[in-house]
């Protein structure tokens, strides 16, 4: 590990845009000739360790271009049961976190990022927080926080206090093009104040946003009843197709690459969405819908999903997937490098980390 680098990159929440940080900061630093290594070493499941964690490192390590032997799985991976494990566990017994520094041992690259655990107190209990890691390793942090409102700024005053010295910087993400000058003009002073540098903010993008037809079919264990070959269509709003049909035609069209969700029986509705820009139908009600209909929809190239849940559940879950979208589509990764190059601040970090660069 000797002359080794790390950036600790954390979140004051979940779903903060970590993932999309690190792509972004990886990508400028790789025009910069700086080599990039990646680890994981924490993620906390609501369900038995999955394949997902796994899944979501190897996908930034493809999109880093990195050799699939740099592929590491996280070093510890929480589930309930194993929580309860830890707090069952003998005192006396070696703490989980006393093989990070095995863990990165081998890990190349002249910067290494490191993402985080969701929250600042998340892994406090296996001694792997933000701020435990990189007191072991002598790390800085890179916050990444996403806008709700102004009030952020108590999180980051906060995490200030709790981080101290070691927070080097914050990226705010997802701030509405409206408010971008003001918050610039208001956070952007206020934080400096407090030594805390805003190193980027990341205007809202929808593609960003977005979900794809897969995603939603795998969330909603749906029947892909056609275009199977479409799934990979993004999705930027749910709208549901409960009116009569001529207030419907005129509710679709403003909509904009949306999913429809409507009964397997309402036709008329159907024919409507997919007339205007709908990216997926997802019916409901145990109805299959009549064979134009799936020949429309192959002529359009729009898949249509069945569930075999009711629309209020249906809605539930898929406005789940919307607020929990994960960066596993080659398209979100271009979106979030051009934001970062053009919102981000590389050569102040670069400054900070002490990196030497050789431009390629």
Same mark, same amino acid.
């Given at each position: &590990? ?23 900061i *990886?990508d400028?630093?790789k025009?910069?000739g700086i ?8 993620t ?20 880093? *271009?990195?050799?699939?032997t740099?592929?590491? =799985? !996280? ?12 707090l069952?566990?003998? !005192? +006396?017994?070696? !703490?989980p ?9 081998? #890990? =190349? ?7 985080? @655990? ?8 296996v001694?792997?927080s933000?701020?435990q &890691? +990189?007191?072991q390793?002598?790390a800085?942090?890179l ?6 409102? $102004? ?6 005053l906060? /995490?200030k ?6 927070? $080097? ?7 509405p ?5 003001? #918050?610039?003009?208001t956070?952007? =002073?206020?934080?400096? /104040?407090?030594?805390v @540098?805003?190193l980027g903010?990341l @205007?809202?993008?929808?593609l960003?946003?977005?979900v ?16 199977a070959?479409?799934?990979?269509l993004m999705v ?7 009116m009569n ?15 429809v ?10 024919? /409507?969405a ?5 990216n997926c139908?997802?019916?409901?009600g145990?109805s299959? @819908? ?8 192959e ?7 069945s569930?075999d849940?009711?629309?209020l ?9 919307f ?6 589509e !080659?398209?979100?990764?271009?979106c979030?490098q051009?934001? &970062?190059q ?9 400054k ?9």
């Open positions: &590990m000797a002359g080794a680098k790390y950036l600790l990159v954390g979140s004051t929440e979940a779903y903060s845009g970590k993932s999309a940080a690190i792509l972004g *990886a400028q630093l025009r910069q080599t990039i290594g990646y680890g994981k070493p924490l906390i499941e609501q369900d038995h360790c999955p394949v997902n964690a796994e899944a979501d490192v190897s996908f930034i390590i493809q999109s880093l *271009a990195l050799p699939e740099e592929i590491k =799985p !996280p070093l510890l991976c929480l589930d309930p049961d194993s929580l309860v494990g830890y069952q566990a003998d !005192p +006396s017994a070696p !703490p976190h006393s093989a990070l520094r095995d863990y990165l041992q081998d #890990v =190349p690259g002249d910067l290494v990022l490191l993402e985080g @655990p969701a929250t600042l107190s998340e892994g406090s209990l001694n792997l933000l701020a &890691m +990189s007191a390793i002598d800085p942090i916050l990444v926080a996403r806008y709700h409102a $102004i009030e952020l700024i108590d999180q980051l906060d /995490a206090q709790r981080l101290g010295d070691r927070l $080097i910087g914050v990226l705010v993400n997802d701030v093009e409206a408010e971008l000058v003001q #918050v610039k003009q956070l952007e =002073p206020f934080l400096e /104040a407090h030594t @540098p805003l903010l @205007p809202r993008d929808s960003l946003r977005s794809s037809v897969r995603e939603l079919a795998t969330q909603l264990d749906a029947k892909v009843l056609c275009r070959d479409r799934l990979d930027e709003s749910l709208t549901i197709g409960a049909v001529n207030s419907a035609l005129e509710y679709f069209r403003k909509g904009r690459n949306m999913a969700v409507t009964g397997g029986d309402r036709t008329e509705l159907q024919l /409507a997919l007339e205007t820009s709908t139908l997802i019916l409901t145990h299959a @819908p009549q064979d134009f209909i799936l020949s429309r929809a002529d359009l190239e729009i898949p249509i999903l569930v849940l009711d629309t559940t249906t809605v539930e879950i898929a406005d789940q997937a607020g929990q979208v994960r960066l596993q !080659p398209i979100k990764v271009q979030i051009a934001l &970062m053009a919102h981000f601040d590389t050569s102040r970090l670069i900070t980390l002490g990196l030497e660069t050789s431009p390629v």
